[in-house]
């Protein structure tokens, strides 16, 4: 048995798996209504900012594929970061993931809670449980089967090319498509161990080499390197509006604040690739 549905909770706890997904379904009906189209991709953005007005969205690239992302309270305020360096689609996972911590636990974050995702803490109970719901969230069941139904998936012949289209539908990672394929009882554990064995991020086999080849979900690997500190710009292009900065001051913290990543890197000493 594969260790991710080893240590899955769909495996280990159905009831904390189905107190889940409740959730997600009732986030999702909040902002998508009922039905089989609740697929949110990079809409998980300003869902998050519609559901936390309050929160600042930090998001930078970091060179690390270890790093995704945290949520953290700073003197009362609520950030959240994610990794721009990340493909798209591990951005909008790690965001869905954050959006758990600010749904669920709210009194951490009251008393300063602050936690940085990182690869190696996935396996943590409480990780796996933002994981699973941002899994829930992205990939919801009813829609999952209508689009396994639109597709013509045939359980019998699930192919590589089968999978990635349903990586492009809701722009998630190729692991969560296989598991929640597992998780609604479309294949086997059998059939999900042998998926799960297939390199996803070798750009020569496996995964990423058929996304390339077939041109499907390409748009979700992009690295996107966007940097976004909030409302800064505004701030700053408000206050040159009201003459509280001088308008050559203004300029150049605008200029600061959109560099190219590759300056920013240079400036801090870092190797260009």
């Given at each position: 048995?594969?260790?991710?549905?080893?240590?899955?909770?769909?495996?280990?706890?159905?009831?904390?798996y189905e107190e889940l997904e409740d959730g997600a379904i009732s986030f999702l009906t909040r902002y998508f209504g009922t039905g089989d189209r609740m697929i949110m991709q990079d809409d998980i953005f300003s869902v998050i900012m519609n559901y936390c007005p309050e929160l600042k969205l930090l998001m930078y690239p970091i060179r690390d594929n270890e790093i995704y992302g945290f949520v953290c309270n700073y003197k009362g305020q609520i950030f959240m970061y994610i990794n721009t360096y990340l493909p798209l689609e591990k951005q909008i996972f790690t965001a869905a993931h954050e959006l758990y911590h600010l749904k669920y636990n709210k009194e951490q974050l009251g008393k300063c809670y602050s936690h940085?995702?990182?690869?190696?803490?996935?396996?943590?109970d409480?990780?796996?449980?933002?994981?699973?719901?941002?899994a829930l969230l992205l990939v919801p069941t009813n829609s999952l089967k209508k689009q396994v139904e639109l597709l013509k998936i045939d359980k019998?012949?699930?192919s590589i090319l089968d999978i990635i289209k349903l990586m492009d539908v809701f722009a998630v990672p190729y692991k969560t498509i296989v598991l929640r394929l597992f998780e609604i009882e479309f294949i086997d554990m059998k059939k999900a161990d042998e998926l799960l064995e297939i390199p996803d991020r070798d750009e020569n086999e496996g995964i990423l080499y058929e996304i390339n080849k077939y041109?499907?979900?390409?748009?979700?690997q992009k690295r996107t390197n966007d940097i976004r500190y909030d409302n800064?710009?505004?701030?700053?292009?408000?206050?040159?509006?009201?003459e509280l900065v001088?308008?050559?001051?203004a300029e150049d913290d605008i200029k600061y604040i959109t560099r190219d990543i590759d300056d920013i890197y240079r400036e801090l000493g870092e190797k260009i690739d």
């Amino acid at each position: 048995m594969h260790e991710l549905i080893r240590k899955s909770i769909f495996n280990r706890s159905k009831d904390t798996y189905e107190e889940l997904e409740d959730g997600a379904i009732s986030f999702l009906t909040r902002y998508f209504g009922t039905g089989d189209r609740m697929i949110m991709q990079d809409d998980i953005f300003s869902v998050i900012m519609n559901y936390c007005p309050e929160l600042k969205l930090l998001m930078y690239p970091i060179r690390d594929n270890e790093i995704y992302g945290f949520v953290c309270n700073y003197k009362g305020q609520i950030f959240m970061y994610i990794n721009t360096y990340l493909p798209l689609e591990k951005q909008i996972f790690t965001a869905a993931h954050e959006l758990y911590h600010l749904k669920y636990n709210k009194e951490q974050l009251g008393k300063c809670y602050s936690h940085l995702v990182k690869s190696i803490d996935l396996g943590k109970d409480i990780e796996e449980k933002a994981n699973l719901f941002a899994a829930l969230l992205l990939v919801p069941t009813n829609s999952l089967k209508k689009q396994v139904e639109l597709l013509k998936i045939d359980k019998r012949k699930l192919s590589i090319l089968d999978i990635i289209k349903l990586m492009d539908v809701f722009a998630v990672p190729y692991k969560t498509i296989v598991l929640r394929l597992f998780e609604i009882e479309f294949i086997d554990m059998k059939k999900a161990d042998e998926l799960l064995e297939i390199p996803d991020r070798d750009e020569n086999e496996g995964i990423l080499y058929e996304i390339n080849k077939y041109e499907i979900a390409v748009r979700w690997q992009k690295r996107t390197n966007d940097i976004r500190y909030d409302n800064l710009k505004a701030l700053i292009i408000d206050n040159n509006s009201e003459e509280l900065v001088p308008i050559m001051k203004a300029e150049d913290d605008i200029k600061y604040i959109t560099r190219d990543i590759d300056d920013i890197y240079r400036e801090l000493g870092e190797k260009i690739d």
